[in-house]
């Protein structure tokens, strides 16, 4: 049997069908490419467990528990996947939505979603200042203040010494796109221990 398609009972079709409708949804934010090679390796494993028997619907209800729940281990590899991308590409699209993922793969995932979140806001904030001292009125820089504090930042009329100048402009935005990238490098690549399905646990898809 080269697919679950050919399977001639009519019920234990049906159950793998929902069972694959699922899995789709899962890895809808995936590539097609990427979606296809983790569809037909879970399908290896579901004909892999049904060889050798009638495959019937119990015994494609029996796979399937063998393998799991799609919506308790496939998340996590999505997340896994979208990190690689971002770590590829540096797009912000693919930044943000690999951090979307990561966040809803348990505790752990979500404490990593936000730092990194928090990361690429001072990011941000750097490029932003940047630019508004180089577009803006406003004092915006490294300024010690009459106090004796230092302030860093953007304000309509700061008591306090420019340090830095218009050299803040280049340094904030040059320190901005630096942190944006080297955060993105390190989040492609960290790996997490993945949850796989019960059926191989040497599998990596």
Avoid: C
């Amino acid at each position: 049997m080269a697919s679950w398609i050919e399977v001639g009972d009519v019920p234990a079709r049906r159950l793998l069908a929902a069972y694959f409708a699922k899995v789709d949804r899962a890895l809808a934010p995936l590539s097609r490419e990427e979606a296809d090679a983790v569809r037909l390796e879970l399908e290896a494993h579901i004909l892999d467990a049904m060889a050798g028997t009638p495959a019937g619907e119990a015994d494609a209800r029996a796979a399937l528990e063998q393998l799991g729940d799609p919506e308790d281990f496939l998340p996590q590899l999505v997340a896994d996947r979208l990190r690689a991308r971002a770590g590829r590409t540096f797009g912000p699209h693919d930044v943000v939505l690999a951090i979307l993922r990561t966040a809803v793969t348990g505790l752990r995932g979500l404490v990593t979603a936000i730092v990194m979140s928090l990361g690429y806001i001072i990011a941000t904030v750097l490029i932003f200042l940047g630019i508004m001292k180089l577009t803006t009125n406003q004092d915006v820089g490294v300024f010690r203040l009459s106090t004796g504090q230092l302030f860093i930042g953007a304000d309509n009329n700061v008591d306090g010494v420019d340090l830095l100048g218009v050299w803040f402009a280049p340094l904030a935005i040059v320190a901005g796109l630096v942190l944006y990238l080297a955060l993105t490098w390190v989040y492609g690549r960290v790996k997490r221990p993945r949850v796989l399905p019960p059926a191989d646990t040497s599998n990596e898809f």
